[in-house]
């Protein structure tokens, strides 16, 4: 179940948007589907990430080159690596 509603986030192709503590990936997977975004999904626990990495191959429209727009890392919330003003939108739901 999807705790956000992505399409009002008014995201364009092309925009990225980083899942923090993104857990299994639902709503990787979600932004996913809408298409056309490069997605980054951050968690500490790496059982997680690899269950959002396993989820993201059952998906509709999966192909290994639209699968290559999402990355997955083991992150820190409190030490990303990336700079500021990096993503277009930022998502942390529980």
């Known amino acids: 179940m999807l705790t956000a509603r992505l399409k009002h986030l008014g995201l364009t192709d092309g925009a990225r948007v980083l899942d923090l503590g993104c857990g299994?990936?639902?709503?990787?997977?979600?932004?996913?589907?809408?298409?056309?975004?490069?997605?980054?999904?951050?968690?500490?626990?790496?059982?997680s990430l690899k269950k959002a990495e396993e989820g993201l191959e059952t998906l509709p429209y999966y192909t290994p080159e639209t699968a290559a727009k999402?990355?997955?890392?083991?992150?820190?919330?409190?030490a990303l690596r990336f700079e500021d003003d990096f993503f277009d939108a930022v998502i942390c739901s529980g």
Do not use: C, K
């Open 24 to 47: 299994e990936g639902r709503h990787v997977h979600g932004l996913y589907i809408l298409g056309g975004l490069d997605i980054f999904g951050v968690d500490l626990d790496e059982a």
């Open 70 to 78: 999402v990355s997955f890392e083991t992150g820190d919330a409190t």
